[in-house]
């Protein structure tokens, strides 16, 4: 079991090496490189009066005999589907992510060579230190850099490729990884609940979950219109958890044909809807686009854990969720899912529009 998941990650995608951002941005440039810029995003519309309207769950209302329960219960329910986001309080990690977000500013601190020892392997795999969705000589770029590790099933581990500098950064991604897994295990159920199916049946359905963490670098740019930290896209996960080791914004999502910026509670957890919880609900619950822009001053760095189903799991709309209606997704294998993810430009949501059933 341990050498066929190992395998599947080894072969998921590759990312094609390019000039490393941060460095990049050292240098004051008076003019950004070509592959940079980004004309098409320049003049999309950007709606701050809704970055307010954003739901705030909170976790401690959504145990089971707490007085808000039903409220918050349905706030959840309106998050997934209206929104596809959420920022979730009260959640019990507070003292893990503080901890990993300090290892992450100590690591963007290092010197370029310190980093490299680990950069990823050109051309044989996604994980370590780099660019990812990197696939044509003249490709557009996104001004970021990422530091990309599969962090469970703790088996699939490679420690080679795991920071030893700063000192404390393995052990803070350990038990920051088991805490946010604590997490998202919780929304699963609430999330089961509020689709009316079993938790056990959620459950074998993604089999043993799988958890990428990636920890983002956006340098500031001097032309910061011109560029685009992560280009719009959505995730392939059932949920993503992210946290900022900053209130910097630099998240937006698409609603209503605009981009609404989402500004960071402080020690909030920002929880957004993946693609593969949008097929097993159905269509009940929708991805969302997202992208994320940089300041011209100062930096940004973003934590964010994916939780996955397991690499091999067919991933469908819950039964109970298609007794009475039509299923409106393809099945589909996770770990060719995630190629498909890895092996394509960042343009909306591409990917799972190709699995939709049109009838």
């Known amino acids: 079991m341990e050498t066929n ?9 590759v990312s094609l090496p390019v000039e490393n951002v941060q460095q990049l941005a050292s240098k004051n440039l008076k003019d950004i490189p070509y592959r940079y810029i980004r004309p ?8 701050v ?22 409220t918050e219960m349905s706030k959840l329910h309106q998050a997934c589907k209206e929104w596809g986001f959420f920022q979730l309080t009260n959640h019990g990690g507070a003292t893990e992510i503080e901890k990993t977000k300090v290892a992450a500013e100590e690591f ?14 050109p051309h044989i795999n996604l994980e370590g230190y780099g660019q990812s969705n990197v696939f044509l000589d003249d490709q557009k770029l996104d001004w970021s850099d990422m530091l990309l590790l599969f962090t469970l099933p703790v088996f699939a581990r490679n420690k080679n490729i795991w920071p030893n500098n700063p ?14 897994h604590r997490i998202c295990i919780s929304l699963y159920e609430s999330i089961a609940k509020n689709l009316g199916v079993d938790f056990k049946e959620f459950m074998n359905m993604s089999q043993e979950s799988t958890q990428v963490i990636r920890i983002n670098y956006y340098p500031p740019c001097s032309q910061a219109d011109k560029v685009v930290g992560i280009g719009p896209h959505s995730d392939g996960s059932l949920l993503t958890l992210l946290v900022q080791t900053n209130e910097m914004e630099g998240l937006q999502i698409r609603k209503n044909g605009k981009w609404v910026p989402i500004n960071p509670l402080p020690g909030a957890i ?3 809807v993946g693609d593969m919880m949008e097929i097993m609900s159905n269509g009940e619950f929708r991805s969302v686009e997202h992208r994320a822009v940089v300041n011209s001053e100062k930096e940004r760095i973003s934590i964010v854990a994916f939780h996955n189903p397991s690499l091999e799991a067919s991933i469908s709309p819950l ?41």
Not at 5 to 13: F, P, S
Not at 40 to 47: A, G, I, K, R, W
Not at 108 to 121: G, H, I, N, T, Y
Not at 339 to 357: A, H, T, W
């Open 270 to 272: 920002i929880v957004n």
């Open 49 to 70: 009066d809704e970055s307010s309207q954003l739901p705030v769950i909170d976790m401690n209302k959504l145990a089971s005999g707490s007085m808000e329960y039903q």
């Open 319 to 359: 039964p109970d969720l298609v007794k009475e209606n039509e299923a409106k997704y393809k099945t589909v294998k996770y770990g060719d899912y995630l190629k498909l993810v890895f092996s394509s430009r960042l343009d909306g949501k591409n990917v799972i529009d190709n699995v939709k059933i049109h009838n």
């Open 167 to 180: 000192t404390s950064f393995r052990s803070a991604l350990e038990d920051y990884s088991r805490e946010l």
């Open 108 to 121: 963007f601190k290092l010197p370029l060579e310190e980093k490299m020892v680990c950069a990823q392997q």
């Open 5 to 13: 998941v190992n395998h599947a990650i080894n072969h998921i995608g």
């Open 40 to 47: 098409e995003y320049q003049t999309d519309e950007v709606s």
